[in-house]
């Protein structure tokens, strides 16, 4: 069957979460946007995996359900339109912060687990590592490969993830504290590594250019902090729903059954481009090395985004593209291109009233974003949101490149074009 996973995400026990993430909000929130199998999130917390452990059961090998007496109260607010099967898979991210080469490393994992026998065991471990109580996503002192030895330890069938490669601050091949290679970080272990996450400020193409990556798959997740942001980028398989399906098909993409991903514009992540936020200073990397890494304004250095540090490590040109590999989409929230269309916050009254209704009307999140047909969209009562949603598909959108923690923001129209067409309609 075809279906959209989206692996990484946090509960309300992660630091700068909403208290809104819950299993019921996951669970309803995953119909909504069409998703099949969301992860978990923050299992090493005692207090989330206690929760799992009530509220999901066995369904498919090595996913979960919610369970019915926690679901039935959630079916009623998800439209007819909506409703689908959702299944859970264990999933967690761990911070190591250490200290390797005579650098200090700060590399955040993703790391899956098919039952939670294993997923206790490998907690069991690391709360004599850390403070499990202390964050959702914990923080630990442990080097990266010892992490996935450990996790080894408790499962064969673990699967370990670099999370957000590029992040300047947190991720394996990070400008700030990260490596120059997986080799470097994981050393011995690097064949157990088969998958990477590409995170919101880079897509497959810009880690094409990278021969290095060959042969890993590259996947990508929402790592959502917030109900409404989860989807926002996600995975497609044509497999069986099962554990062991789902990982069998991203350690053989060349047998078709992971189908690629669904990304951001990589410009609207919060690390695309080099800079200083906080002086309002947004260089590309070419500026970058003009200014010799520092801001004009204030003289500190600045913060070297996604785009900086894979053209540094690059050994192809930009634009190659990689024979063979799996495809991707990039997408704009249906939230994002109402709020456009509208001229409004994507919070207002007024735009969420018309994403519920769209909902209704036609369909969930992704299916109305990238598979319902231009004509059904007609009837939306939006006569501009058909040539919205056929420009972010036809990737014909104008973007100011997010950089040192600020997302990019991103026009479908320019204001010329945005009032010719009201006219027109007129």
């Known amino acids: 069957m075809k279906f959209i996973a989206d692996f990484h995400i946090h509960s309300y026990l ?56 926690y679901s039935r109260n959630i079916d009623s607010e998800v439209p007819e339109s909506c409703r689908a099967q959702v299944r859970f898979i264990l999933t967690t991210e761990i911070s190591s912060i250490y200290k390797k080469g005579g650098k200090i490393r700060k590399v955040h994992n993703l790391i899956f687990f098919p039952d939670l026998l294993s997923v206790s065991r490998f907690n069991n471990l690391l709360n004599k590592l850390g403070n499990l109580y202390s964050d959702g996503r914990p923080i630990l002192g442990l080097d990266c490969k010892e992490l996935l030895k450990l996790a080894l330890t408790t499962s064969s069938e673990v699967y370990f993830v670099p999370a957000h490669i590029w992040t300047p601050h947190f991720s394996v091949l990070g400008a700030s504290s990260g490596f120059d290679s997986l080799e470097e ?59 062991f399906s789902i990982i069998d098909a991203l350690n053989n993409p060349h047998r078709g059954s992971f189908l690629g991903t669904i990304e951001f514009f990589p410009e609207e992540g919060k690390y695309h481009f080099d800079g200083h936020r906080f002086c309002g200073k947004r260089f590309c990397p070419e500026e970058t090395i003009k200014h010799q890494g520092i801001c004009p304004k204030c003289g500190k250095k600045v913060t070297i985004g996604v785009m900086h540090r894979v053209t540094k490590l690059a050994d192809r040109p930009s634009g190659f593209i990689a024979e063979g590999r799996p495809g991707f989409q990039s997408l704009i929230g249906l939230l994002e291109v109402l ?15 018309e994403y519920f209704r769209l909902l209704r009307m036609l369909g969930n999140e992704l299916f109305i974003l990238r598979e319902c047909p231009l004509s059904g969209l007609k009837h939306s009562g939006l006569p501009l949101l058909v040539e919205a949603i056929d420009k972010v598909r036809k990737g014909e959108v104008n973007i100011i490149p997010g950089y040192d923690g600020e997302y990019g923001k991103i026009k479908i129209f320019t204001e010329e074009e945005k009032r010719s067409k009201q006219l027109k309609l007129f």
């Open 14 to 69: 992660s630091r700068a979460t909403s208290q809104e993430m819950i299993l019921e909000n996951i669970y309803k929130w995953a119909q909504l946007k069409g998703i099949t199998v969301i992860g978990t999130g923050d299992f090493t917390h005692p207090k989330w995996f206690k929760e799992i452990a009530e509220k999901l059961e066995p369904a498919e090998p090595g996913l979960f359900s919610l369970k019915t007496k």
């Open 185 to 243: 970080c994981f050393e011995e272990l690097t064949p157990m590594i088969h998958a990477v996450e590409t995170g919101l400020s880079s897509d497959p193409p810009m880690n094409w250019r990278l021969s290095a990556l060959d042969t890993v798959t590259l996947i990508s997740n929402s790592d959502a902090h917030s109900p409404d942001r989860i989807g926002r980028e996600a995975n497609l398989f044509s497999t069986d729903l099962s554990y």
């Open 339 to 353: 709020g456009e269309i509208e001229g409004l916050g994507v919070k207002s009254q007024k735009v969420q009233k």
